[in-house]
C-alpha cells in the first residue's frame, strides 16, 4: 500500500471539508476577496472539486 497517496487522499477530504462546509476559503491559493461577492458559492463550488479528486 501507498501511504503517499492516502495521505495527500486524507489531505484533500480535509481541504474539501474546510472550504466547502466551513467557509474557510483562506486556504485557496490566489484567493481575492475584492473580486468575489459570494464567498458561500466559492466554497461550495471549491469544496466541490476537491471531493471530487
Given at each position: 500500500?501507498?501511504?503517499?497517496?492516502?495521505?495527500?487522499?486524507?489531505?484533500?477530504l480535509?481541504?474539501?471539508?474546510?472550504?466547502?462546509?466551513?467557509?474557510?476559503?483562506?486556504?485557496?491559493?490566489?484567493?481575492?476577496?475584492?473580486?468575489?461577492?459570494?464567498?458561500?458559492?466559492?466554497?461550495?463550488?471549491?469544496?466541490g472539486?476537491?471531493?471530487?479528486?
Amino acid at each position: 500500500m501507498d501511504y503517499g497517496l492516502l495521505i495527500i487522499g486524507v489531505a484533500l477530504l480535509v481541504v474539501s471539508y474546510l472550504v466547502g462546509v466551513k467557509k474557510q476559503t483562506s486556504l485557496l491559493a490566489g484567493f481575492n476577496e475584492k473580486a468575489i461577492k459570494n464567498k458561500e458559492l466559492l466554497g461550495k463550488v471549491a469544496g466541490g472539486f476537491f471531493s471530487s479528486l
